[in-house]
């Protein structure tokens, strides 16, 4: 069996699959087999051999995809990265090749050992037929700093595990032919990567926009072109609730919300889901090192089992590792989508422990009918008093303050409590009074150290808040 996961996708396209850039206004609505293939034809010219890495500069457009698809069509491996990264992932890393959408971005970059590939125009060439790929060749290289601000690691993803979690995602999620994403998230996200392969999968296609700045062009963009799926993190969803028209537009072919990416809390998913009814709120759990996804709670379960990330998709195992007396220990997952590990600097480190089982280092339990509820992550507890707090519990109180537009809290050190609370939050007034019902709607028990008012939170290109920069905020 040949696995190339670009092929697989390529071959269950729909005649009339399309990629449609909503910000730009171009589109391409035939022939995207076609154009795979000769963006593999041109990297193949330009001297890039099976095996060799592509480093990508993502920047939301159709020729991110195209350099996406086409690289792992001609059997290299694809290295999507922000623009911020495109240094290490030829420096450190010693991709053998670059594509960046203008010569702008190459400036100061180290130059690539075979082929820098510049512009749309260097993604076309004559087609190719696809490289062949075994199981455990890899597919991809995905960049993770995570949300502590560590230094960028790459995570290996092989073909087999691209190609099983993109077929468990759509099962999962009851795509269907014709069905449409409106896709946000950034290609250099394991989210992103997965919101589309699945949907190209599954006989849809994508549209991609880089304008949730503005929330209700994007809305308006999803109305214009007929999109099924939204996909976002917590702040996403956050700014659909609080900054957005999302009540008062239609959106009569809206099917599904997709949120993953961190724990949203339960009034915002009920105000989303009270200002759509009629459409399905997928939430989920997953990892990049699991390449994308690893629980799914199907909306109908949703009132039964609210607060769970619902059950492992496909043939996933999950476990909990040494569980205390309420049976919360850490979550561990094995499967073909549990990815072989970390490549940083040549340098390979495993992320599995024996027998395949990847320690996701969040804290969970299982209930009786077999849905994850997380808990936590083992590195967001902190001990205040010797009372342990998840920080995780923290955010979502905060953030369910009226006049908070979004909060994150962390732990620092206290003389008298071990540990205490730093709350940093974005609200739209300034005021002592505000600052007063952060802190009573937080337990008593709960040693805050301070509470700060912020302009934005650091976040990861995905929208993931930055824990570990929390500390360096100054505020007021």
């Not at 154009?35 to 095996?51: D, E, F, N, Q």
């Not at 949907?199 to 007929?226: I, N």
């Not at 409590?417 to 940093?424: D, I, P, T």
Request: overall charge negative.
């Amino acid at each position: 069996m040949d696995w190339n996961i670009a092929k697989h996708i390529i071959d269950r396209l729909a005649p009339t699959a399309a990629l449609i850039d909503a910000r730009r206004g171009n589109a391409i609505e035939t022939g995207l087999a076609e154009a795979v293939a000769s963006a593999a034809g041109a990297m193949r010219a330009a001297g890039l051999a099976p095996g060799q890495r592509l480093a990508i500069g993502c920047d939301q457009t159709l020729w991110t995809v195209l350099a996406y698809l086409g690289a792992q069509y001609a059997g290299l491996t694809a290295v999507p990265v922000e623009r911020d990264k495109l240094s290490v992932a030829l420096g450190d890393l010693g991709a053998e090749g670059v594509w960046v959408p203008d010569s702008a971005w190459l400036e100061g970059l180290p130059t690539p050992r075979v082929a820098s590939l510049v512009g749309p125009d260097s993604l076309v060439g004559a087609p190719i037929q696809a490289e062949p790929r075994g199981p455990d060749d890899l597919a991809a290289l995905m960049a993770t700093s995570g949300t502590t601000g560590r230094a960028v690691r790459f995570i290996m993803v092989t073909h087999r595990n691209l190609l099983t979690n993109t077929r468990d995602i759509a099962a999962s999620q009851h795509l269907q032919p014709g069905d449409r994403a409106m896709l946000i998230l950034p290609m250099s996200y394991c989210f992103g990567v997965s919101v589309l392969l699945s949907h190209l999968w599954a006989g849809g296609d994508c549209v991609l926009d880089s304008r949730f700045t503005y929330p209700d062009t994007v809305l308006a963009a999803m109305d214009e072109y007929r999109c099924t799926s939204f996909a976002g993190v917590p702040s996403v969803y956050r700014i659909l609730d609080t900054r957005s028209a999302l009540a008062r537009m239609e959106l009569p072919h809206l099917r599904r919300f997709l949120q993953a990416g961190g724990p949203l809390d339960a009034p915002t998913i009920e105000r989303i889901r009270a200002a759509k009814p009629g459409v399905a709120f997928y939430v989920m759990y997953g990892a990049t090192e699991a390449t994308a996804r690893i629980t799914t709670l199907d909306p109908a379960l949703y009132e039964n089992k609210k607060g769970s990330v619902g059950r492992a998709i496909g043939q996933l195992d999950l476990r909990i590792n040494e569980p205390d007396k309420h049976g919360v220990g850490e979550v561990m997952v094995r499967g073909d989508s549990i990815t072989p590990g970390y490549w940083c600097c040549e340098r390979q480190e495993t992320v599995l422990m024996e027998d395949g089982w990847l320690r996701t280092g969040d804290l969970g339990l299982l209930d009786e009918d077999g849905c994850l509820w997380i808990k936590g992550r083992s590195k967001d507890i902190v001990k205040v008093k010797g009372l342990r707090v998840s920080l995780q519990e923290v955010d979502a109180i905060v953030n369910n303050v009226p006049g908070v537009l979004s909060a994150a809290a962390c732990g620092v050190p206290h003389t008298l409590a071990g540990e205490a609370l730093a709350v940093f939050a974005v609200v739209r007034e300034h005021t002592e009074e505000m600052r007063g019902e952060i802190r009573k709607a937080l337990p008593l028990q709960w040693v805050v150290d301070r509470i700060c008012f912020v302009p934005e939170l650091p976040l990861t290109p995905s929208g993931k808040v930055v824990r570990g920069r929390l500390a360096e905020l100054g505020g007021t």
